[in-house]
């Protein structure tokens, strides 16, 4: 009865997800307000529909319903409670419907939070978000429905992937999704922007903050999946370039520069077609990543000819949303005329280059992800393209974008000067260069590429200093510092924590590739292997049972000059409900980087194959990231980034204006 309530629901979402996106467009037509007041309601309706259908399939997780296929097929009843939860959105259907239930929330979101906005402009947003409903839901109930039955049902599920059992693997795709679907609201606004013709400042501070949320979102959930694959898969890597992560990558690159431009729109009324296209290719983004990911497009070509009709639903979907919104953009563009005017040096500038750069980027991106498939789709041949190929795309376009990182905040608006903010940069130049030399005369791993990398992280964070240093008038007036610093807009503090972050996390990159640390050995309880210094000592291995696998687990304890550093228990798991093996690394943090074991195959004779790593400062990819993450947190939370414009003081009884016939003062 639960399940078919979840469908049921399903099916009303769909018709409510029709009706929102109709009337209100007939409504600006008729210019009805009552019908266009209507947007509100049909919004909340979704999401109260869809949780109802998200609730319900959940529900039949928890209780291990197994005469729902979904739950057969992905669940069983030995699986720890958390990982029954998670097991709603690891598989392609449940995701489906998560990806639903926040594109509703955030409608619903739009709808409890625009009251400031003109009616007839967020009935356009909220029609636009509806369309995009509907073609989830007509997908759900024809193609993916979670909530189909078995008779008879059988006694056990099949279990979930056990690479998913994991708490990092838990969150990781609700907190991708938050950011993928955040950017919905992006591209319904650009969409109704080109509906309604105008772009306006009020514009680019209505859609600044739900941009940022989705790319707050986006960066933790990709900085999750990075920390699972360092210590769950076992390979002592963090990143690999496979398509999957590329699949959240690129619309990460798109929303970072959509963010730097849609600041010139609210500051300078300019980049108006760019923010817009940006909006509409971000979220394209969003789509070909999640679609390629679950429709299993990506494990091979020939996916679709093993399910056809997913296939052609998929294919048309995305050509209707992203082709018909490019469409749309390249008939209603011309109309978005800027007027504010900029020099070639100027802060403006300085983001076009920053946008220019990330774009370029995302484009490789994408080219280096999409091309094997489409090769193989045309003439059966199958290529590769490695991590060489997109770390060569990195270097070369990130390089000189981390370089205008340290000179855009520090040029004015309109018409800057280079030479004054070179000035203030000269001890991030003077520390770049030491930095550099130091490591060319220690000769590091790779030389040339370490030196330029480390020089690059320490331009970043100093010259972040430096400009936090010009805005509170350290060296001219350092009486007033502390004054001037607690003062500092909370965007500001935000913004200068996000490049600081990223410069932590070239160092952190930067330093794990040069001077990481392996050793690949095979060991016997008692003997000992030497890495980095440091004294790995295998005191034994035992079986273990956990709650749904068995294990053997390594005991290893590391010293350096004799004393003890830590215990680390590195171990080999094999799950039942389904078989499959899987590894869990032995990890101890230190100040200076991480030690790292793993215990492999056993190879007779109380002989294990066993590998063992020191990583220096490999953290710092996960410390930058959170603090990007926290940068976008207090911008968000900064007054002037909030949705609506700044309030001021209240007045006794405002003005009336004249507004046409049939049309309240909201719209």
């Known amino acids: 009865m639960i399940a078919e309530l979840g469908h049921f629901a399903l099916i009303v979402a769909l018709m409510l997800a029709i009706l929102g996106a109709t009337v209100p467009h007939y409504a600006i037509f008729r210019r009805d307000t009552r019908l266009m007041a209507l947007s509100d309601p049909f919004a909340y309706g979704q999401f109260f529909m869809a949780a109802t259908a998200f609730g319900a399939l959940m529900y039949s997780y928890i209780i291990s319903d197994f005469s729902v296929l979904n739950v057969a097929a992905n669940s069983h009843t030995s699986k720890p409670l958390l990982y029954k939860i998670s097991g709603v959105w690891g598989n392609h259907e449940g995701s489906l419907l998560l990806w639903v239930l926040i594109l509703t929330l955030f409608a619903a979101a739009v709808a409890w939070r625009g009251k400031g906005l003109p009616l007839r402009f967020r009935s356009r947003v909220l029609a636009v978000q509806s369309t995009l409903c509907i073609g989830f839901l007509m997908f759900i109930i024809f193609t993916s429905n979670p909530f189909l039955r ?3 049902a059988p006694f056990e599920g099949n279990g979930l992937n056990p690479l998913l059992q994991d708490p990092g693997l838990a969150f990781h795709p609700p907190m991708l999704y938050i950011g993928y679907v955040g950017l919905s609201i992006a591209f319904s606004f650009a969409v109704a922007a080109l509906i309604e013709g105008e772009v306006t400042p009020l514009w680019a501070r209505w859609v600044r903050p739900w941009t940022l949320a989705a790319w ?3 960066t933790g959930g990709i900085a999750l999946g990075s920390w699972w694959a360092y210590y769950e898969l076992g390979w002592g890597g963090w990143w690999f370039w496979d398509p ?3 699949a ?11 963010l730097h431009s849609s600041i010139v729109v609210e500051k300078r009324d300019a980049l108006k077609s760019w923010t817009i296209l940006l909006s509409i290719i971000a979220f394209s983004f969003s789509l070909l990543g999640t679609f390629l990911v679950r429709s299993g497009v990506l494990t091979s070509v020939h996916a679709f000819a093993v399910d056809p ?4 639903f998929i294919l048309g979907f995305l050509a209707i949303v992203i082709g018909g919104s490019l469409a749309l ?10 007027s504010g005017m900029f020099g070639v040096v100027s802060r403006e500038s300085a983001l076009i280059l920053n946008n220019v750069l990330l774009s370029t980027f995302a484009a490789v991106v994408l080219v280096g992800t999409l091309y094997p498939l489409v090769l193989e789709a045309i003439n059966g041949t199958q290529i590769t393209v490695g991590p060489p190929f997109f770390e060569f795309a990195a270097t070369v376009l990130m390089s000189p974008l981390i370089v205008a990182l340290g000179f855009g905040p520090l040029l004015a608006w309109k018409r800057g000067r280079i030479s004054r903010a070179a000035q203030v940069l000269i001890p991030a130049a003077i520390v770049g260069v ?4 130091l490591v060319i005369w220690d000769k590091a791993g790779g030389i040339m590429m370490t030196g330029f990398g480390l020089a690059l992280a320490a331009w970043l964070m100093v010259s972040v200093l430096m400009e936090i240093a010009e805005r509170t008038k350290l060296f001219k007036n350092p009486k007033k510092f502390l004054t001037r610093l607690v003062r500092l807009p909370r965007a500001t503090w935000g913004m200068s924590l996000a490049h600081f972050g990223l410069g932590v996390i070239v160092l952190g990159i930067t330093v794990s590739e040069a001077w990481t640390s392996e050793q690949l050995r095979v060991m016997s309880p008692g003997d000992t292997a030497e890495v980095a210094g440091f004294e790995f000592k295998l005191e034994g291995v035992e079986p273990i049972a956990g709650p749904n696998y068995t294990a053997v687990r390594a005991a290893f304890t590391v010293t350096r000059n004799g004393e003890l550093v830590a215990p680390l228990y590195a171990e080999d798991r094999v799950f039942s409900d389904p078989p499959m093996p899987t590894t869990e690394a032995g990890i101890y943090p230190l100040f200076r980087g991480d030690l790292y074991a793993v215990i492999g195959e056993y190879l007779g004779d109380n002989r294990w194959s066993v590998r063992l790593y020191f990583k220096p400062f490999i953290s710092g990819i996960w410390v930058g990231a959170g603090l990007m993450v926290l940068g976008g947190i207090i911008s968000l939370s900064d007054r002037s980034r909030r949705i609506g414009a700044p309030a001021g003081r209240r007045r006794s009884k405002p003005k009336q204006p004249a507004v046409p016939v049939g049309q309240t003062q909201e719209g």
């Open 329 to 338: 953009y390249a008939w209603r563009a011309p109309r978005l005329t800027p």
């Open 434 to 437: 030491v930095t550099f030399w």
């Open 248 to 258: 959240s990558f690129m619309p990460w690159l798109a929303a970072t520069a959509l």
């Open 309 to 312: 009709e997913r296939g052609v």
């Open 150 to 152: 078995l008779d008879p």
């Open 216 to 218: 707050i979102f986006l």
């Open 244 to 246: 999957v992560e590329n």
